[in-house]
């Protein structure tokens, strides 16, 4: 079970940090993925980090601005999100999965889902 928290309201510019904790998996065996669905949008990859936690991928519309962390000693993952522009408004989900390299951006490659945080960030 995954649980997805941090989600509100802020002003373009700002910042907000996503937490999603896990439950019921060796979560340190898993990597860890962001996805996001926007208004009348499909979901999209956001940032995943591999299960050791030496790997990280990112979107190129949050590079630079987002940071995907982990505490595998907290069964949780971080997404720090700075500089927040009205696009990056959405749902935003926390997934865990066993990707094969190719497969680390893509949802169907991530067997469990957290319930979704709104982010809504105002211009």
């Known amino acids: 079970q995954l649980q997805a928290s941090g989600g509100g309201l802020v002003q373009a510019g700002g910042s907000l940090r996503l937490s999603c904790a896990a439950s019921g998996l060796t979560f340190s065996s898993y990597a860890m993925g962001w996805f996001r669905q926007g208004p009348g949008k499909e979901r999209e990859f956001v940032t995943a980090m591999r299960w050791s936690g030496g790997s990280t991928y990112y979107a190129d519309s949050v590079k630079g601005r987002f940071t995907i962390s982990r505490d595998n000693a907290k069964n949780t993952v971080y997404l720090q999100m700075n500089g927040l522009k009205p696009e990056d408004t959405a749902v935003y989900y926390c997934?865990?999965?066993?990707?094969?390299?190719?497969?680390?951006?893509?949802?169907?490659?991530?067997?469990?889902w957290g319930q979704g945080t709104l982010v809504t960030v105002s211009s």
């Open positions: 997934a865990a999965g066993r990707p094969v390299l190719s497969g680390v951006r893509a949802a169907q490659s991530y067997a469990y």
